[in-house]
């Protein structure tokens, strides 16, 4: 499998997005979905492979980290959360412990924790 297209960090959108929930307002859906996608990207490349499964419904979901190898269905590990979670814990806005506390991420599996790979280091 080839590694994921380099995508620019999303920047000026990652910004615009988090200055909305920081106000409280609703970001615009366009900011938001290039926000996730960039971010979920630059984790792809950071943390390469494909035994966890993280979703951001609606806009993306990337496949990460060594191990068993997923090839149909379901993975063995997966971790799925709203745009606003996936983007906070990208840029360390809150850590991924307690994320799952709070009820914000829903991680199943082996390998489902993901707090050594984030925040994402570009």
Known sequence: MSPPAREAW???????VLAAYADGSTPDRDDERAAVKGTLAELARHVPGRSVEVRVPPYSAVQVVGGSIHR??????VVEMN???WLELA???VSFAAAVAAGRVLASGERSDLSQYLPIQR
């Open 10 to 16: 999303p920047v000026e959108e990652l910004a615009r």
């Open 72 to 77: 149909r269905g379901t993975p063995s590990a």
């Open 83 to 85: 745009a606003r979670t």
């Open 91 to 93: 840029t360390g806005e």
